[in-house]
């Protein structure tokens, strides 16, 4: 038997990460929790630190085959030359700091029933309780011809890293006067506004250093997030709308990209098979949750992971839970703000559940700053709740866009603020 | 409809809404963690975002309730205030008034 003050002891920890595993002989044995943690972007890092703050009982182990995280977020700033590569490769330092066990491999398969995770160098990791937070693939030979070979040419640059180093190289070698073509995904992709800030710090660079060319933008889609906000800042910075716009916006069917030639640069859009013949190519694929949870049985007919809102569980595998971009969270969107959110609500409900507790009643913020140049920042933030039918909500009356008349350069300094603090946030640093 | 299918219609409603509901509402760490991705871990900026850290309660608590009303004029703060009640408000304004 446990003594008295033992147990008011381990009572007043409220949350210990401890499960009795027997009592005999008047000892009681315990066995630390354990949470494995695959994927290090925002909301892996994230939920890892997160749940050791708030219970230093559980055994963390973060999975991620890559030694250093390049963001997604500011990979933009780097087209327009704000910044280099280097200022947005982080390493996970922070979360060691924190306890988290860091395991550099690759996950081959889930056993959700054995609650064990494989991975390529042989070992097999048990847990109580998994986190996944993949990001995105790609779906590739949705356009046809985009496949990852073509990558090489006409650079996707939506995972950062070499590929924004690739397309980088590929606008400073460009002629003056030359075309950049971006095709826009289609619902739902990561980053919902990136395509739109992509095209306005290339513009930027384009303004001040190869002025006589222009950048076009090939989207199915009809309307796209802070909208009225793009387009208000590109007729202030690059004349949109007028004949000598840097920005041209090809919108709806005729936007609508099937097919491209990644050797001739060539992207072929709308009913009437227009070919648009770029410079530089940029083809932002079609996307789906990152590869490990469609192998392990998360994924629904969309590609995408349906979860429990409240706790972030899986409703395909128990024991399982699905943050970030891979996750079906709407109206949240794809974000690293979302998957930071999402994290810190997740690690909450893991840490609550490993002590036989009730989750709390979560709460949700995502705000997403853009760029239109290094001086002019626009912005859109939610707040996010569980409304009665058990759904995530938008709370009614809260978010929205930058007022139209706002002060754009304070937001471009609060977009940079943004980018330290939640590197810092998520990964320690 | 009987008066006994009210009945057991209302109870099954309250179950339900039992079901979605939360006991103690939302706290103010929850909220506040939130927060933190732009204003820094316990609100501790870096950068041209202010910190919240050091700010006693009712700084925080007059500031936030300002930005919801639209009394006080921010460029993202009132869409963000808006998201909380007065309750929440306080709560939050607790939480980062005691972070050690």
Known sequence: MLTLSRRRFLQSLGASGLVLLSQ????????????????????????????REVDPWIEVTLVEPNKTYIT????????????????????????????????????TAIDPHRRE???????????????????IDF?????????????????????????TTLLRNQLLAMRDGGTVIITSPPDPYRCPPG?????????????????????????AKTAFTKQELFTAGWEALYGFGTDNSMIEWVSGPDGEVTAMDAKAKLAIAG????????????????????????????????????????????????????????SIQDPMPKSAYA??????????????????????????????????NPEYGISIAEVFEINNQGMIQVVPGSGGLSPMNGNRALEAAYAKSWYTNIVRDSFGL | ?????????????????????????????????????????????????????????????????????????????????????ENEIAAVAEYFANLE
Not at chain 1, 24 to 51: D, E, L, M, P, Q
Not at chain 1, 142 to 155: C, R
Not at chain 1, 307 to 323: D, F, K
Not at chain 2, 50 to 78: H, V
Request: hydrophobic share 40%.
């Open chain 1, 117 to 135: 995770v494989r991975l390529k160098g042989g070992a097999i990791l048990s847990y109580n309780r998994l986190i996944v937070s993949p990001g």
């Open chain 1, 271 to 326: 009913p009437l098979e227009e070919k648009y013949r770029g410079d530089v190519l940029n083809v932002i694929p079609p996307q789906k949750a990152g590869s490990i949870v469609q192998i392990a049985g998360l994924t629904d007919k969309s590609g995408w992971c349906p979860v429990a809102p409240a706790t972030s569980e899986s409703t395909l595998q128990r024991g399982v839970h699905v943050i970030g971009d891979a």
């Open chain 2, 1 to 85: 409809m009987t008066l006994k299918k009210t009945v057991v219609a209302a109870c099954c409603y309250m179950l339900l809404m039992a079901e979605a509901g939360f006991a103690g509402g939302i706290t103010g760490r929850t909220i506040g963690v939130t927060c933190s991705a732009c204003h820094g871990p316990e609100g501790k900026s870096n950068g041209a975002i202010p910190s919240l850290y050091g700010m006693s309660a009712k700084q925080l608590e007059s500031a936030l309730l300002a930005f919801k009303s639209g009394k006080r004029n921010g460029t993202i703060m009132n869409r963000i205030a808006k998201g909380y009640t």
């Open chain 1, 24 to 51: 005999r002989r008047g000892r009681a044995i315990y066995s630390r929790r354990r949470v494995v943690v695959i994927g290090g972007g925002f909301g892996g890092a994230t939920a890892a630190r997160y749940i």
């Open chain 1, 72 to 107: 997604c977020p500011a990979s933009n700033w780097i087209l327009g030359g704000l910044r280099d590569l280097d200022s947005i490769t982080l390493g996970y330092k922070g979360l060691v700091k924190s306890g988290v066990k860091i395991v550099r491999d690759t996950v």
């Open chain 1, 195 to 219: 395509p739109y800030e992509r095209a306005s710090l290339i513009a930027y660079y384009l303004k001040v250093h190869k002025p006589k060319s222009k950048v076009i933008i090939l989207d």
């Open chain 1, 339 to 372: 998957a930071s959110s999402q994290a810190k609500v997740c690690a909450d409900a893991v840490v609550a559940l490993l002590n036989d507790r009730t989750p709390g009643e979560p709460s949700w913020i995502n705000t997403c700053y853009s760029l239109l």
């Open chain 1, 139 to 163: 779906r590739w030979n949705a356009i046809e011809g985009y496949n990852a070979q073509a990558t090489q040419l006409a650079p996707h640059a939506w995972k950062a890293g070499a590929q």
